[in-house]
């Protein structure tokens, strides 16, 4: 594999690699940010002291260095992304013009300033500065601007030195080397146990195989902009974020990222508002709503993001990191609608235990599913098994096996399991089975004998709200398993809610797998019920 390739001439070397006879040859592209050295490298390489800044943002990576020796306009005509600028401590001039372009959000951010001479900043302008709120690395050094400049310029990075660099050797890789391939060169067998890191390299991969677009609604919440900044850099999906592009800059430029690729949209735009409001009240006159209470309605971020779904300007929608799961979901059950033979919309988390991934439902949406809700839970959480690789063994749990228990709560499942051999009679499904006669191969063995899905099954199906929510809960604290969701089902295009206390690998998963739901009808298609 030839690594660090020019990326216009990469069909050049894969020309040239191709006549070597092994079983993989290929080219990886060289990537800027790879080589480039953090702003920590940079301060310590000139005996740079810093003066002001967060020192987080050390650890991000400068891609260039800009000398100013020219006045304000032409330097900020020159500025680029994550620029390190070297000037003169006493060019009071500058120094907070330079500052206040970088926290405007009007001008690219940057990733340090060096200033060189050692002299003092006045006061005057120290206290100016102050006001501009602003978390940029600033550092001073003895130096002049020809000696720190020549040796800034010949720094390079180690390629392992930050997360950063990290996810986009990933991508890169995936992007470009054909993993089955690999395995297959290197005679490796194909192992059963699919652990947490697995499935999620699987959920990566599936996603990236047919790229989608999906719309964040909470754009300057600072957990959903580093999710986006992963999401982008792994190649997941293309991103839409609702804030005004010059606030995602701003805000980005103070953590310390990059969402040049991320595409801003303005929730405020009133062609798009006015666009959405009539749609929204053609959509509900039924219901009575008014032009003016759709307009109302769409300044609520959540109905915005679904009506970009419900047009097709996105594939998918994830939401709720600060707002409510009614919030982010109601929208959607008003215009988005469930799919055609779906009565209700209900959730299953993904549950990954050490050495497997099961399919809990329903587990946050359906308080007292009835016996055909029930069943429809049951198809939905089998599809969603299907829709991420795993083989649907369905148990409808109640807390008696087979015919053994009676009263209210066992015949609704029992019923629930009727409905559902009639409906999808090609699905396996056992019920009303308890759970750890679902689970447990030795417990089946005497409870089940002849069962297909007792002891292995997959897709777990509770009997209420209340006996789903504890249990994942329970398995994901007591059995250490990494819960994703919850998955929403039923939707006739995705939309997927997170827990306000989501993390933004729990963010990132989620779009993955919203992508990955996306996938089944084709890029850009707009609800069936979308007036174009």
């Known amino acids: 594999m030839a690594s660090r390739i020019a990326p216009d001439a990469l069909a050049t070397y894969r020309s040239a690699l191709e006549g070597i006879d092994l079983p993989l040859v290929n080219a990886i592209p060289e990537h800027k940010v790879l080589p480039a050295p953090t702003v920590k490298t940079q301060f310590k390489a ?39 600028v070297v000037t003169a401590s006493d060019r009071i001039d500058l120094i907070p013009g330079l500052l206040l372009a970088h926290t405007s959000g009007a001008f690219p951010p940057m990733a340090g300033l060096v200033l060189v001479g050692g002299y003092d900043l006045p006061p005057a302008i120290q206290k100016l500065i102050d006001t501009l709120d602003s978390d940029l690395p600033i550092a001073t050094t003895p130096g002049g601007t020809y000696t720190t400049a020549e040796k800034l310029f010949g720094l390079e990075g180690s390629v392992t030195d930050s997360a950063r660099k990290i996810e986009i050797a990933r991508g890169l890789f995936g992007d470009n080397i054909d993993a089955g391939a690999l395995i297959a060169a290197m005679h490796v067998s194909h192992a059963e146990v699919r652990t947490p890191l697995m499935f999620e390299y699987q959920l990566m991969q ?33 991103i839409i974020l609702l804030a005004p ?17 991320a595409k801003c949209i303005d929730p405020a735009d ?27 309605k769409m300044a609520d971020l959540s109905y915005f993001g679904t009506m970009m ?8 929608m994830v939401s709720g990191s600060i707002t409510t799961t009614a919030n982010t979901i109601r929208p959607s059950l008003e215009f988005i609608k469930t799919k055609p033979g779906t009565a209700i919309i209900s959730s299953s988390f993904l549950m990954c235990l050490p050495d497997r991934v099961l399919v809990f439902g329903d587990c946050a949406v359906n308080p007292d599913p009835t016996a055909e809700q029930l069943a429809d839970i049951a198809i939905s959480s089998a599809q969603t098994a299907v829709a991420f690789g795993i083989e ?38 056992e019920g009303p089975i308890q759970f750890d006669a679902a689970m447990d191969p030795d417990v089946a063995r005497t409870k089940l004998p002849d069962s297909q899905v007792a002891g292995k099954a997959t897709v777990f199906v509770f009997p209420d709200l209340n006996t789903g929510n504890n249990t994942y809960k329970a398995v994901q604290r007591t059995a250490g398993a990494v819960a994703i969701g919850p998955v929403m089902q039923g939707l006739n295009k995705p939309v997927n809610d997170l827990s306000r206390g989501a993390t933004i690998d729990d963010i990132v998963n989620t779009v993955a797998i919203t992508a990955i739901q996306a996938q089944a009808v084709p890029a850009g298609t707009p609800s069936p019920f979308a007036q174009q």
């Open 46 to 84: 000139v005996g740079a002291t810093m003066i002001r800044g967060k020192e987080d943002l050390l650890d991000r990576e400068s891609q260039g260095v800009i000398v100013c020796g020219m006045t304000l306009p032409n330097v900020l005509d020159r500025l680029f992304p994550e620029a390190t």
């Open 392 to 429: 649907p063994r369905v148990a409808m749990l109640s807390y008696s096996t087979g015919s053994s228990g009676t009263g209210a709560d066992v015949d609704k499942v029992r019923e629930a399991t009727r409905l559902v051999h009639q409906r999808a009679p090609e699905l396996l499904v």
């Open 245 to 261: 592009e010059h606030v995602v800059n701003q805000r980005s430029g103070s953590l310390g990222i990059n969402l040049a690729r």
């Open 270 to 296: 009133p062609e798009l508002r006015e666009r959405f409001a009539v749609e929204y009240a053609r959509l509900r006159a039924k219901k009575g709503v008014t032009i003016e209470q759709a307009r109302a």
């Open 309 to 316: 779904v419900h047009f097709g300007m996105a594939d998918g």
């Open 206 to 238: 599936r996603a990236r195989a047919d790229k989608r677009t999906i719309v964040l609604p909470e754009g300057m919440e600072d957990r959903i902009l580093e999710s986006a900044v992963v999401l982008l850099r792994r190649n997941v999906a293309d």
